[in-house]
């Protein structure tokens, strides 16, 4: 990105078999190929302790109260963004990640059924608005669709949350749907950024739409601090004049 414009933070959610990784992929080969400067991470989990910490989590979250499961998970989110995401966008730098805090709401707060006022209070206090991405995308597939695609992955690298069951996901895919509605939702102050994306058709029909979608974003993005940064200027002359 311009070296004179702020960094753009995407996330990407979805449940295991959405397609989102692959399309994560896809996305960032296109946006390379315009010129951008791009970093990948994932969450939880980019660094040594946040991938420590996922460890940790993904061996004993059935023995881990709600409220000490969800502080690792933030734990974790917080050490990515202080160590890969700020920096990165401090610099004007992309920065997109596999998963958020939208994760911890879907899986924590709509599957295991944890209290969700709990989990918010706990992302305020841990995250609060500075670390919401600009444009967070869904990647929607029905549970048998993923299951369909996730048969063909080595079954010892699937973690225990991913064979929780169609009754687990099916309320994680609820609450992803409550977050991200057909109609784009604006969250945090922004302009709408919670988009949902049709994940069932081919990779390819998938990353136009994400494609067509991220530039239109970053165009408007673009627009706005180049326009911010004119008005800044005009009004330093009018000072100093």
Do not use: C
Not at 103 to 128: E, F, P
Not at 217 to 234: D, G, I, M
């Amino acid at each position: 990105m311009k070296k004179h414009l702020p960094g753009y933070f995407i996330t990407m959610e979805g449940i295991d078999g959405s397609g989102k990784s692959t399309q994560i992929e896809l996305l960032e080969n296109h946006l390379i190929r315009k010129g951008y400067e791009v970093v990948t991470t994932r969450a939880p989990g980019g660094t040594d302790t946040a991938e420590a910490l996922r460890e940790f989590f993904l061996a004993n979250h059935k023995k881990l109260s709600p409220r000490s499961e969800v502080a690792i998970l933030l734990s974790s989110l917080n050490e990515t963004w202080h160590r890969i995401v700020e920096p990165a966008l401090d610099v004007g730098k992309i920065v997109i990640s596999d998963r958020w805090y939208g994760s911890t709401l879907a899986y924590q707060g709509g599957g295991k059924g944890h209290d969700r006022s709990m989990i918010n209070t706990m992302i305020s206090a841990v995250l609060g608005d500075a670390y919401a991405p600009n444009l967070s995308m869904y990647v929607k597939v029905p549970y048998e669709v993923a299951q369909m695609r996730l048969s063909s992955r080595d079954p010892d690298k699937l973690s225990s949350l991913d064979k929780a069951g169609e009754y687990f996901f099916e309320k994680v895919i609820d609450t992803y749907d409550h977050f991200y509605p057909k109609v784009p939702q604006a969250f945090h102050g922004q302009a709408p950024n919670h988009y949902r994306i049709d994940g069932e058709d081919d990779p390819e029909s998938v990353s136009e739409v994400i494609r067509d979608l991220v530039d239109d974003r970053l165009y408007a993005w673009e627009q706005n601090h180049v326009l911010a940064r004119y008005q800044e200027e005009l009004r330093f002359r009018r000072v100093v004049a």
